[in-house]
């Protein structure tokens, strides 16, 4: 574990373990199968950055209310919510090391434990009594649906461009940070500046969290990944470091890339030699350059804040976003 | 077509003229893909009976501004979006006629698109500004995706009570209508026991338009029905008729009945025999007057209202919902 991890979680301890049990008690398991379902998505393993960066703008804001662990679940019900779904779409095998719920059980318990889900989350938004919240929560969903939408569209799609990837990012990814990162600052009451502060850090980090994301696609130590190498490469999703190096490459290299990509059954041989052309056009350096400054953007974002340990941490996530090795 | 059914729409047909232009212009739709499966399943000759509803709630009410016809098209884009999702876990093939979006398309683009559109029908709610209107569309959607798992979970179990039948259908239809008369006395202004009536209005005419349709899948005109005969029970769907029927047969034709339900290749032969029993025992005349019983109790709500040309329409679409022959 990275030192700056062990950091954060030292931190973060006591409002990872609130978030967990909240997570757990507003499931409202009434059905056996929602609570096997949801229980395989939910709890194996995942961060819980979105529930975490609510309950920390949420304190930053100066909020000392109980709610916030109970609230923040709504930012990881809508997050499950939409991996159940993208599981399907993507068809997909592993998540997080496990089989994927759709596999595990079928696609109808899949699609309607996802809806269940996303409903619960929308129920626990509507507790909060906060109609801009509410109104964030409906955004949210709108624009998660577009950017999946977009993304299943554009599959495949070697013409992809920047701006395109960087609207699939910000719909599937961004706006959800974003979303939690506001609701914490409306939660607390917050004023104007300082909710658009922390919506523009949520905005920024999350942009740069989906490119980290994509890059480890490429960057992951090659000899574990196995038959995992290139995932999204695999379910033809086309991210910024393949697109940059499209942009760039000459012809030669420019079909070599198109020939492995448009291949699903590449070998890992194939895929090694395409992280070579990608580093070798720039593709790598510059998704890392893109998402390091959407880091400092971010970061910057805070320093009305003053300074205080929440700020501190919400700086070191900032920062943990792009170095993460998973 | 009937009588009562010309005479409500000459009455709505300026309403059903502007929810019809409501949805085809609040779809946004900024994707090709989206517009068509969208367009499939929404543009199909549905009755748009919720969102009516909602229309006809506010006017009863006394509201005069121009927005109902937008507010209303939440309830039919909620409506579309768990029909695509229940297509496919229904493995149904036809809806209303048509083949149904999950096999013309596929599984990701169905899911994809219920979930835009259930995002469209929160976005408008938060639009209306109205705090429990929002509130209202969270708890449906939660209730519904409760009702469709319930629903999953009892397939083709023998031992669903009449309880449990009531629990699936006041979720997975009658809080739709509920919600949509609610939102109507909601947006209108009204005072509490105005909504209270009208939300009570919606909740039994919901659950006795569910009640019909579950009849209409045992009472339609058998020699038109070839191999759609029997849908519900073909997907494993225990509906009051059968329910009744099977708790007051003797074991002879009990165990008859268990057999051609247990079969989904059952023979038009075998279906017909089925509802020979389902008369019989009672099922049909049993769910019927239920079904009437609740029909009555909604009517009741809206004595309160005074006459009306209004009241009138929402009298003859509670006596249309059981007399209906689709």
Redesign the interface.
């Given at each position: 574990m990275t030192d700056l991890k062990q950091k954060i979680l030292a931190a973060v301890g006591d409002d990872l373990k609130a978030i967990e049990e909240a997570l757990a008690e507003n499931l409202n398991p009434?059905?056996?199968?929602?609570s096997q379902v949801a229980g395989h998505i939910l709890f194996a393993g995942g961060k819980r950055l979105r529930p975490l960066l609510m309950v920390l703008c949420a304190r930053l804001c100066g909020y000392s209310g109980n709610h916030t662990a109970r609230f923040s679940t709504i930012f990881e019900y809508l997050h499950a919510a939409t991996l159940l779904?993208d599981d399907?779409?993507?068809?997909a095998d592993m998540r997080r090391g496990r089989q994927v719920a759709n596999q595990l059980w079928d696609?109808?318990?899949a699609?309607?434990?996802?809806?269940?889900l996303?409903?619960?989350g929308?129920?626990i938004?509507?507790d909060t009594?906060l109609?801009e919240v509410?109104?964030v929560?409906?955004?949210i969903?709108?624009n998660?649906?577009?950017g999946?939408?977009?993304q299943?569209?554009k599959k495949g799609d070697i013409t992809l461009t920047e701006d395109e990837y960087f609207e699939v990012i910000r719909c599937k990814t961004a706006v959800l940070f974003q979303g939690a990162c506001r609701t914490g600052a409306l939660v607390a009451g917050a004023k104007a500046a300082k909710v658009q502060a922390l919506t523009s850090y949520g905005y920024h980090l999350g942009l740069a969290f989906q490119m980290a994301d994509d890059l480890l696609d490429y960057t992951q130590d090659l000899s574990s990944l196995g038959k995992h190498a290139g995932a999204d490469l695999r379910e033809g999703k086309l991210t910024l470091p393949l697109i940059h190096a499209l942009s760039r490459a000459p012809e030669t290299d420019r079909k070599r890339m198109v020939a492995i990509l448009q291949n699903p059954d590449f070998t890992t041989t194939e895929f090694v030699a395409l992280v070579e052309m990608l580093k070798y056009h720039g593709g790598i350096a510059y998704t890392h350059e893109q998402a390091a400054a959407h880091i400092q953007t971010a970061k910057a974002k805070l320093h009305p804040f003053g300074n205080s340990q929440t700020r501190e941490i919400l700086m070191d996530i900032a920062d943990y976003a792009l170095v993460r090795k998973s």
């Open positions: 009434y059905f056996d199968l929602v779904h399907l779409v993507d068809g696609n109808p318990t699609v309607l434990t996802g809806d269940f996303l409903s619960r929308l129920s938004a509507a009594g109609c509410i109104r929560i409906a955004r969903t709108e998660m649906s577009q999946e939408i977009r299943l569209e």
